[in-house]
């Protein structure tokens, strides 16, 4: 049952520290604060090049996954979502790695992905929530994300599982292709394993984020932004708005506003922000401070050490505690889902079952 909560997807939102931490458990020993990933039948320090693909959530949680296997293990990583790449036929390195991510392991077009990858002699890789699917009978390895069984049709605890053994897949390779130090390593798992208590944190930000709903459930149009890997955190919470509150919103790169998509900011068209303290974090201010220029309301998602900055050109802001920059986007997912979330309670949608949508996607 929901236990108490008004859905499934709330009782899910609610299960996110819980799950990431049984995810880390398999794949952080204790003693030895490493990562430690099975036995795989192919080594990972001459893989050439990583093919990763899935549909929807699932893809953008690979795409996060990408920023870390080339900023960590410097392993070139090509990403299409699963229904382009299978007819992509493009052309693949023998001995490669295939790397799927399936919150069902059912989805059809992810399937028909990993049988043409597998044909193309690529080593397959799956990162799956549903060990006795028939994507981990084909998979040569399959690392399981522990979220248990997810109801809503929308994917919450399971995207954040993903994350997290993506974020293990790239330490673990980065160690194994030697481009990691200790002291490197040591910071990663040690942010990692700070991530479930700083997630139980956000549930505490429930009024800042009902501030910035009201603002969202009143648009027709939302724009989200973020750069790096807080890019495919703004898609995945344009998608999840969309899904679940029936509101139209696109995510863009925030520096590609200015090549086109700025043409559409005024006061009618909320901006949320993907902007915590970081590398990136002067270049995104400046492109939310053009888009605040022309008219835009700004509706900011940062950190505290970012929350100065912020205030001087967002209307509205959802301060998250600091996280290490490698898992800010595992933390601001979860807060644009809660955000989708607050919206669909204020526009009355039916949250777990959105019209239209099934829960696993097994026709082509
Ligand atoms: C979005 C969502 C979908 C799934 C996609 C892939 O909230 O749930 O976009 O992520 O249909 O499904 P799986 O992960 O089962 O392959």
Redesign the pocket.
């Known amino acids: 049952g929901k236990d108490g909560y008004r859905h499934y997807m709330e009782k899910e939102l609610h299960e996110h520290p819980l799950v990431i931490g049984n995810t880390l458990r398999r794949m952080i020993d204790p003693a030895t604060r490493r990562v430690v990933l099975p036995d795989l039948p192919f080594d990972l320090a001459a893989v050439p090049r990583v093919t990763m693909t ?6 953008y949680a690979g795409m996060i996954g990408r920023y870390w296997l080339e900023g960590e293990a410097r392993l070139p990583v090509d990403a299409d979502v699963a229904s382009e790449l299978r007819y992509r036929e493009p052309p693949l390195t023998p001995g490669g790695l295939a790397l799927l ?7 059809a077009d ?1 399937l028909a992905a990993l049988r043409s990858l597998r044909e193309g002699g690529q080593h397959v890789m799956s990162v799956l ?1 549903v060990p006795e699917s028939t994507m981990a009978r084909e998979s040569d390895v399959v690392l399981d994300t522990v979220a248990g069984p997810e109801i809503c ?4 605890k ?2 954040t599982a993903q994350l997290s053994v993506l974020a293990c897949v790239a330490i673990g390779a980065a160690r194994a292709r030697g481009t990691l130090t200790d002291a490197r390593e040591e910071e990663l798992v040690q942010a990692l394993l700070d991530l479930p208590g700083r997630a139980a944190e956000l549930f505490g930000l429930g009024d800042a984020i009902r501030e910035v709903a009201e603002v969202v459930a009143d648009a027709r149009d939302v724009l989200y932004l973020g750069r790096g890997a807080q890019f495919p955190v703004a898609l995945e919470g344009a ?2 708005l969309k ?1 679940i509150s029936y509101i139209h919103a696109e995510a863009y790169a925030a520096g590609e506003m200015k090549h086109g998509p700025i043409a559409l900011i005024d006061r009618t068209v909320p901006v949320v922000a993907l902007a915590p303290n970081g590398r990136l974090f002067e270049k995104t201010a400046s492109n939310l401070q053009e888009a605040r220029a022309r008219g835009g309301r700004l509706m900011c998602f940062t950190d505290n050490s970012g929350a100065a900055r912020m205030a001087r050109i967002a209307e509205k802001m959802v301060v998250l505690p600091d996280a290490h920059e490698f898992t800010a986007p595992i933390l601001h997912s979860i807060a644009v889902q809660m955000l989708a979330y607050e919206v669909a309670l204020l526009k009355g949608t039916d949250v777990d079952q959105p019209r239209n949508l099934a ?3 097994t026709v082509e």
Do not use: D, M
């Open positions: 899935a549909c929807g959530s699932a893809f991510i399936s919150q069902s392991g059912e989805t992810t929530n049709v929308a994917s919450t399971a995207f998608l999840k899904e829960k696993s996607v």
